[in-house]
């Protein structure tokens, strides 16, 4: 719909009108400066701090160091070739960006909430030496902009947005596309009045593409401030054929009550056509901007009648663009007012097929005088609705980057476009609410000084790794109260103090896994803190001490248990458990926090499971029986066979790591027996049984797992791999991932059982296990393993792909296809078609996202390549799994029946999906640079340029 603004009203007599008018104007402009807030002019690329008044604008410019980041960019100087018209002294000095792919400029102390006029000032002059001309993008925040494209190297380029501020502060980045290296000679904010270009709001901004004062009696006057109090340029209007009268007057052409208060410098003077048939045709480029981003174009056509008509003559005209009639109502013509500052502008914005504007006014047939127009703007209309990350942790971020100082790549908003993301932080995006940061990766960042608390105003952060850096100073306990927090890594720093007591609750819970080996003035329990090296030394002589009286112990027992036996009917469980205290504990020192393990006798066992009655299973260590606690908790108890070829050794390392161990994902072990001959370890009892069941159907509801389920067992298992691998110092190795080994509760989380062939990587601790036997299941073992007889974590994740084709597949590891084949070669040989259907499970129905699956299957490949360099790290897998699990759920509610075709890049009504690039990337803090569909659209838009040469201002 187009506003009609036709002449005033004449129910009130024009002169008090115009009084009346004359004042509210004269006040309109004492607001303008005051209460508006004030003029930001910044001259980019000044050296120093300091900035000047502009003799001819009478503008007061700072330098841009205030608004930079103090190591982004490099300062030049235009190079002023003799011939050159003087330029505004702020178009001399440039900030050039040769580094990074997005740099900004901050500007803050903004009030929410006010339309500003935000202007950019591109003016190249071979400021580098090297004569070539850039094309870069402009963003206002995380909203794309323009494109800065400098086609005329003394041609200075304005990029203006007319914008409602959403903060109080705003940045404005350049985007390195690959073509040029971005530059800026200045920024301007003029605050507007709310009520001017009403169609600028917090979801949508005004792109000037064209602002022309037609018919200036001096073509070299560009009108700015002070001319116009919010100091618009108005370009003025070279009509080169000549084929228009111009029309002038003298006589101020105030403001009145508009929308757009035009100054009267450029509604002064008009066009119009000498005879009063002809027709005013005004060809105008409206750029190539990509339909998807632009909401349409709109016009502002301004218009004052500048002749006093003799009261038997009449100016009046039809409004088309292109070809089509603009104006509706009484006579569906337009009659400009006399010294009547008026305009004529679209209520919402129009498409246009056409890459031109095309303007014609037409006298009506009652008109004695021909048309006039004052001036023009035409402006493109784009969306601002896309949100930057969540604002608190924008700003605890923020803090973290100015505590040390980090330069890298952050600059911008952290998460948005996905291009760009920060450098090592892993961000979550959803539909209806702003970015989230989820983990972040600073080890290895030579970071020093104390553990900044604006960590713990990141509350969404589940990953947090600080290891490898300098920091001193205690833990803060505030950070054990993130509550998405799960694992802290802080190793291998220079941390004192103890573990706060927040953390230690959360550790034994389970809900946060905290690693922080290799600080050594940590205090790790509740001794006094002492030197690493008298600890180290005093944990040894405890060693000693402890095998000693383990051996004693033992012997004591073994008597004891032969005297026990003959009287076994008579002893009752009377709460006479011996908790194991030291022995196990002690003996790792710093590397594990102490936690209670229970020391059952066999005779407790034996009522435990009342009679060894109920099989759970059996593995290569013995029979796993069923059995409750006094307190009715359900264990298992894996007891030791005497036919067992897992021996002592085997047995007391299995309880000594388990000891250890204690993650979400891994089984819990609740206590051991070692009772004479008979050794045992008592477990959690994990209902739901393994995962080979589940995936075969054998699963007690007879139902079949769901795709969800599966994704998210995965992660949960490489959760507990990768706490194995990272977690444990020095790492371990689980020998035998398979899905027998994948344990499930009533909830269906999966938990990583039988450590009992784990063994640390270290060399130093291997006096329990022997390393020269192959171990492993048929299907799952690492060839590079069988031929090196060399574990690795990485023949965990060639063991773990196996795992995720059984999921995806609800094949078995070695399938009768009806010879024997690997489940590997088997996918490998269908997925190589592109035949997703021929490898997922039927049993599913169909029900499940393809890109996620595939997104799977292609981890599950890189998992199980024959280089174990090639396969990721269980990191990664975590990174990637979870990925793969957010795949699943943005489809949640947009379409669960059509399965989509699988596409690298996923679009739809999500605005952040354009950003989102799915390609699976290996390294977890490598920001994929893939290009998606709009980002190269990005690049085809082109941008309003005024660069008719250099402009006076
Ligand atoms: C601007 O003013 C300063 C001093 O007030 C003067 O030295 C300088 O020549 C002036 N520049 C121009 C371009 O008028
Ligand atoms: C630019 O010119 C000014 C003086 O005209 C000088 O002070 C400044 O150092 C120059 N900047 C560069 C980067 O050469
Ligand atoms: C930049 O402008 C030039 C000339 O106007 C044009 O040929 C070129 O395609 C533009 N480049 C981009 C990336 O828009
Ligand atoms: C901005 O204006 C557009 C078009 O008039 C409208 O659809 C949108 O809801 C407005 N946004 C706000 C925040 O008012
Ligand atoms: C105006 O146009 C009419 C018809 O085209 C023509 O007869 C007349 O001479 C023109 N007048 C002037 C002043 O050009």
């Known amino acids: 719909m ?49 900035g000047y008044v502009d003799n001819r604008s009478t503008l007061s410019y700072a330098t841009d160091a205030a608004f930079i980041d103090a190591n982004a960019g490099s300062n030049h100087n235009i190079s002023v070739q003799s011939g050159t018209p003087t330029l505004p002294k702020s178009l001399y000095s440039v900030r050039s960006f040769p580094d990074g792919a997005r740099n900004c400029h901050t500007i803050g102390s903004l009030e929410s909430g006010l339309k500003y006029l935000i202007r950019g000032d591109f003016l190249y002059g071979n400021y580098d030496g090297l004569n070539r001309l850039p094309v870069f993008d402009l963003y206002l925040g995380v909203n794309l902009w323009t494109t800065v494209n400098i086609s005329n190297p003394y041609g200075a380029v304005y990029a203006e947005a007319i914008v409602v501020v959403p903060d109080d502060s705003v940045q404005v980045c350049l985007m390195n596309t690959g073509s040029g290296t971005p530059f800026i000679n200045g920024l301007d904010l003029r605050p507007l009045k709310n009520k001017l270009y009403p169609l600028a709001n917090e979801t949508q901004a005004l792109v000037l593409l064209h602002r022309l004062n037609l018919g200036p009696t001096d ?44 100054p009267s410098a450029v509604m002064q003077t008009a066009i119009t056509t000498q005879n009063v048939s002809d027709s005013i045709e005004l060809t105008l480029d409206l750029g190539s901007f990509p339909a998807d981003l632009l909401l349409g174009y709109i016009q502002v056509l301004h218009f004052a009648e500048l002749k006093k008509l003799p009261s038997n003559s009449l100016r009046q005209f039809y409004i088309y663009r292109n070809g089509a009639l603009q104006l509706s109502g009484l006579e569906n013509a337009y009659t400009p007012g006399y010294l ?105 960042s030579a970071l020093d000084g104390l553990l900044s608390s604006s960590f713990a105003n990141l509350r969404n952060v589940q990953y947090l790794n600080l290891s490898n850096n300098n920091l001193i100073g205690s833990i803060p306990d505030a950070l054990s109260q993130l509550p998405s927090l799960t694992l802290l890594d802080l190793s291998n720093n220079k941390l004192n103090g103890s573990i706060p007591p927040g953390f230690l609750k959360r550790i034994q819970d389970g809900s946060l896994d905290l690693r922080y080996g290799n600080n050594p003035n940590l205090c790790t329990n509740s001794r006094a803190c002492q030197p690493a090296q008298v600890r180290s030394k005093r944990a040894i002589i405890i060693v000693a001490i402890v095998v000693v009286i383990t051996v004693i112990v033992m012997l004591v027992a073994v008597l004891l248990f032969c005297v026990l036996r003959r009287n076994k009917k008579a002893l009752k ?26 020391r059952f006798t066999y005779n407790e066992l034996d009522i435990i499971t009342t009679n060894f009655q109920q099989v759970l299973g059996k593995g290569g260590f013995g029979y796993v029986y069923h059995g409750i606690l006094e307190d009715g908790v359900q264990v298992a108890v894996k007891l030791r066979s005497h036919s067992s070829n897992q021996g002592v050794k085997e047995f007391i390392a299995e309880a000594q790591i388990l000891t250890r161990i204690h993650h979400k994902n891994l089984v819990n072990m609740i206590g051991y027996c070692k009772d004479a001959e008979y050794m045992a370890l008592v477990y959690e009892y994990m209902p739901e049984g393994n995962l080979r069941e589940h995936i075969a159907g054998k699963d007690l509801n007879g139902g079949c797992l769901t ?58 601790n291997d006096a329990y296990v022997s390393t020269n036997t192959l171990v492993g299941t048929p299907g799952y073992v690492d060839p590079e393993y069988q031929a090196t007889m060399q574990p690795s974590t990485k023949s965990n994740v060639y063991s773990f792909g196996v795992v995720l084709l059984e999921l995806i597949t609800g094949k078995p590891a070695i399938l009768h296809d009806p010879e ?22 039927s049993r599913m129905g169909g029900d499940y996202d393809v890109n996620s699956v595939w997104k799977t299957a292609e981890i599950a490949l890189k998992c199980t390549e024959q ?70 659209e990005h690049s085809l838009r082109r941008m309003p340029s005024m660069d008719d040469g250099p402009a006076a201002r």
């Open 820 to 841: 024997p084949i690997g489940i590997i070669r088997w996918a490998q040989q269908r997925l190589a078609r592109g035949d997703i259907e021929g490898v997922v499970d």
């Open 219 to 262: 073509t070299s006057i560009t009108i700015s401030y002070p001319d116009d109090p919010y100091d618009r340029i108005w370009t003025p209007y070279v009509d080169a054929t000549q084929q228009w009268g111009e029309i002038s007057t003298d006589v101020e052409v105030p403001y009145n009550a508009d929308n757009f208060e035009a």
């Open 573 to 598: 469980l009377k709460n006479e458990r011996t908790t194991s205290t030291s022995t196990a504990n002690v003996i790792y020192g710093d590397s594990s926090l102490r936690l209670e393990n229970r």
């Open 707 to 764: 795709w969800r389920q599966r994704l998210r067992i995965a992660l949960e298992s490489a959760q507990g791999l990768e706490y194995l691998h990272n977690g444990c110092n020095p790492p371990l190795i689980h020998r035998d991932v398979k899905t027998t080994n994948i344990l499930l509760n009533t909830q269906l989380e999966a938990k990583i059982a039988d450590f009992g062939l784990s063994k640390a990587f270290s060399v130093n």
């Open 340 to 444: 009547w500052n008026g305009d004529f502008y679209s209520g919402s914005p129009f498409q246009s097929s056409s890459s031109d504007y095309i303007l014609t006014l037409n006298a009506t047939p009652k008109s004695t005088m021909p048309p006039i127009i004052n001036a023009i703007e035409i402006f493109s209309v784009i969306s601002t609705a896309l949100v930057g990350t969540d604002l608190n942790d924008v700003s605890a971020i923020t803090e973290i980057k100015g505590d040390y100082q980090v330069s890298k790549n952050w600059m911008g908003d952290p998460c948005i476009p996905t291009s760009v993301v920060w450098v090592g932080l892993t961000c979550s995006y959803a539909v209806s609410t702003p970015p989230i940061i989820t983990s972040i990766n600073m080890s290895f």
């Open 2 to 50: 187009e506003l009609p603004k036709p002449r005033a009203s004449t129910a009130m007599p024009m002169a008090r009108l115009l009084l009346l008018c004359l004042a509210t104007s004269s006040v309109l402009e004492v607001v303008a400066q005051s209460n508006l807030g004030r003029f930001i002019s910044i001259d980019c690329g000044l050296p120093g701090q300091t």
């Open 867 to 936: 280089a174990s360099l090639q396969r990721p790290s269980m990191t990664d897998l975590v990174v990637q799994l979870r990925e793969c699990l957010e795949l699943g759920e943005d489809r949640t509610g947009i379409d669960t029946n059509n399965k989509p075709a699988y596409t690298g890049v996923s679009s739809g009504a999500n605005p952040y999906m354009g950003y989102k690039s799915y390609t699976t990337t290996w390294q977890s803090n490598d920001v994929s640079q893939t290009k998606t569909a709009l980002d190269v």
